[in-house]
């Protein structure tokens, strides 16, 4: 596969959302909180340092399981714009969002599915596909064993604890038999980001990881591990600053990767693979 080429090809089609995003969110019939969630997410397409963390996880997911996968749905893919990267070396993506409240949610539920709406609808208009559906409530309505992999992208730590091993036995259940479970963007207990950002009083997440507790999580649902890394040594954001001194992190981060990886005991999140049994 051509990573070069492909990842060109995400970001040119990333860069065709945000001046779609840019040209019509003022005059869209979106409330202002919807409006100030569009602008979040054009504030994160907007990082170099984030767009490129996704570049890497997606390959890094195909080159340990993804480039098997046909059929692939993007769970909890929130405005789609992932869903839009994966549908560039994927035949056949699906983006599904939840219709209701999560952890660590800012706003109103119709401001949040008004706001993916605009942008997914931009989406299929560009590409005619993926496809985008939304959910109130589990079971999902995918018959049994239907995909052979799926993503779960910022996901399991906006999940309430009470229904997450109920969301996690569904997913299991729509996955074929030895089907892949992407994760990515799990924030760690040990992120030296996590520490400092309520101290900055930044926005930091509620629910944080140890690797035992994803081997844990997965084990009980039916899934087994096959590869785990820890990504994320840097800060994404604020863009002004980072996309300046971006390609400084960026050979940090290679050279703490090759000769350093010790270091990375303090990055932000887990990426993970996991085969479902």
Aim: proline share 3%; charged share 25%.
């Amino acid at each position: 596969m051509d990573h070069i080429k492909i990842s060109c090809a995400m970001k040119n089609k990333i860069l065709e959302l945000k001046w779609y995003l840019q040209s019509n969110l003022e005059n869209a019939h979106l409330d202002e909180n919807a409006k100030d969630w569009v602008n979040g997410i054009l504030g994160v397409i907007n990082s170099r340092a984030y767009l490129q963390s996704n570049v890497d996880d997606l390959f890094w997911f195909f080159d340990n399981g993804m480039g098997k996968c046909q059929n692939v749905l993007d769970f909890g893919c929130g405005s789609g714009y992932l869903t839009l990267m994966l549908s560039r070396f994927i035949n056949k993506v699906h983006g599904h969002e939840y219709q209701g409240k999560w952890v660590g949610q800012s706003y109103g539920n119709s401001s949040y599915h008004n706001g993916f709406l605009f942008i997914q609808s931009f989406i299929k208009k560009m590409l005619g596909s993926p496809s985008f559906g939304f959910y109130k409530s589990l079971p999902l309505k995918f018959e049994n064993e239907s995909f052979d992999g799926i993503v779960l992208y910022a996901v399991i730590e906006h999940l309430d604890k009470s229904i997450e091993n109920e969301v996690l036995k569904e997913i299991h259940r729509v996955l074929k038999p030895g089907g892949f479970v992407f994760i990515a963007k799990l924030p760690r207990k040990n992120s030296y980001q996590e520490r400092i950002c309520p101290l900055l009083k930044i926005n930091s997440h509620e629910r944080l990881y140890t690797e035992k507790d994803v081997s844990e999580i997965l084990n009980r649902n039916g899934f087994e591990i096959t590869k785990i890394d820890k990504t994320g040594m840097f800060i994404n954001h604020p863009n002004g600053i980072v996309n300046v001194i971006f390609p400084f992190f960026r050979i940090a981060e290679f050279c703490i990767d090759k000769f350093l990886p010790i270091l990375k005991i303090f990055s932000h999140d887990f990426r993970v693979v996991a085969v479902k049994k």
